[in-house]
């Protein structure tokens, strides 16, 4: 078959086959010089200062209080809980949990019985011991009746002992001059022997039986505290609470084994709490923590009340850093709880600026940008601004709103500048987006 060549070939489009790629290529080459440009123009370097923050003492008025959450120095989220701990109603002796006498929620008074204990055992072992007791107290009563009967019989020995030592003594007289035989008196001095042995023997009998009674008193006072300690483990069937309050949680049930160092709630029956002595756990983060200091104000809002602001104060810190949050916890009491707070509820916290007692009443301590004076040219100032906080980055201007407090040449900014701001010292001839490069921060 022949070929048709009477057929016309299809138009080039030089347009589409060439421009659009060199068109392309342009584009991306430009916005890489774009992107690159601020590495390729070189850097002015220029002196620079760190913007601080230092706290001064601003008069509180109507208008300060009113918008007292705008001048929060932190906020942060936490949770409600007990303060300054929850309270355990344990028991405090091990057995087995035969009834649980209240439920989550429940109002209990302090004293007021949660469980008990199955008691079998407890009363069996105090009836054994009140029997023992009561053994051990006629051994007290016979060694005590023995004891008293001594006296009379060593006086009654002493008594004959000594009217044989009389007669042995007026007759060995009569013997020298024959008015008497001397076998007689011989015998009379062998009963008096026989008399001080006796005496001696009942004086030993009363040693013992002191010894025997002391002994006998020592079991007594053994058994009374055996019985008295079976008297307190019956009483400790019962598991009463700690305090008046509400219960938040309970940690066992009927049939449980009360066994102590079984784990950290293994002798706990519930968690209590009480209702108007509640705080949160704020977790403030650490580049704020240092303006917040025990004693500082706060106010407290939780889902459950959105419209109803809590007062607070910040009570202590929790000396250990979560260093996956980057927090420090903060303890912030609240004052005047509503009974529709519970524990674990979700808050919000604005810790205020602290009133300075140090000086006249109605001043309020706050933290204050402050920027060095020589910065400072009719209201504006230069920063280098940089996303990564690097020393680089684009000078940029500023304007202020300054305060009245000055302090060695560094002057309150109130609005316009923030802490951490690098400052330029020497901003002559500079526009609004040059590149610029610290020198390193002056002191």
């Known amino acids: 078959m022949n070929n048709d060549t009477r057929i016309p070939l299809p138009p080039r489009r030089w347009l ?36 601080i923050v230092r706290t001064v003492d601003t008069p509180i008025d109507a208008a300060t209080s009113s918008t007292a959450s705008s001048d929060a120095v932190v906020q942060a989220p936490g949770w409600v809980e007990p303060d300054p701990f929850g309270i355990y109603a344990g028991a405090l002796t091990e057995g087995v949990v035969r009834d649980v006498l209240v439920l989550e929620g429940d109002a209990v008074t302090a004293g007021q019985p949660v469980a008990h204990l199955v008691d079998d055992d ?45 007669e042995v003594r007026r007759k060995t007289t009569l013997v020298d001059s024959g008015a008497v035989a001397a076998g007689p008196v011989k015998r009379l001095a062998m009963k008096l022997d026989a008399a001080d042995a006796a005496l ?52 066992t049930s009927p049939g449980s084994v009360i066994q102590f160092g079984n784990g950290e709630h293994s002798s706990h029956i519930v968690h209590i709490y009480q209702p108007e002595k509640l705080q949160v756990r704020a977790d403030v983060p650490l580049a704020n923590a240092a303006m917040v200091s025990v004693g500082q104000p706060a106010e407290v809002v939780v889902d459950i009340l959105p419209d109803q602001v809590f007062e607070g104060v910040v009570t202590r810190f929790v000396h250990r850093a979560d ?60 920063i280098i601004e940089s996303d990564n906080g ?34 330029i010292l020497d901003p002559d001839n500079l526009a609004d987006g040059d590149r610029v490069i610290s020198k390193g921060d002056d002191q």
């Open 122 to 166: 407890a009363k069996l072992a105090l009836q054994q011991s009140e029997a023992e007791v009561v053994h051990l107290a006629a051994d007290v009563a016979i060694a005590e009746a023995h004891l008293a009967q001594l006296p009379s019989r060593i006086k009654a020995a002493s008594a004959n002992r000594n009217v044989l030592a009389d």
């Open 390 to 423: 690097a020393a680089s980055g684009t000078a940029r201007r500023r304007i202020l709103t300054t305060g009245n407090t000055e302090h060695d040449g560094w002057v309150e900014v109130i609005d316009g500048l923030y802490p951490g701001d690098r400052v």
């Open 200 to 251: 001696e023997q009942l004086e030993l009998e009363e040693q013992l039986l002191f010894a025997k009674f002391m002994d006998s008193q020592a079991n007594l006072a053994a058994g009374e505290a055996a019985r008295d300690e079976a008297a307190l483990r019956l009483n400790r069937m019962t598991v009463v609470s700690p305090i008046d309050g509400v219960v938040i949680e309970r940690l």
């Open 16 to 51: 589409l086959r060439i421009g659009v790629p060199v068109l392309i290529l342009g584009a991306t080459a430009l916005l890489l010089l774009g992107t690159m440009w601020s590495s390729i123009m070189p850097a002015r370097s220029v002196r620079t200062v760190s913007a």
């Open 323 to 382: 260093l996956s949050k980057n927090t420090i916890e903060a303890k912030v009491r609240i004052l005047e709880p509503s009974l529709l707070l519970k524990p674990d509820m979700l808050a919000r916290v604005r810790i205020l600026p602290a009133v300075n007692p140090e000086t006249e009443q109605g001043m309020r301590r706050m933290p204050r940008t402050f920027a060095p004076q020589e910065a400072i040219d009719d209201g504006q100032i230069w």
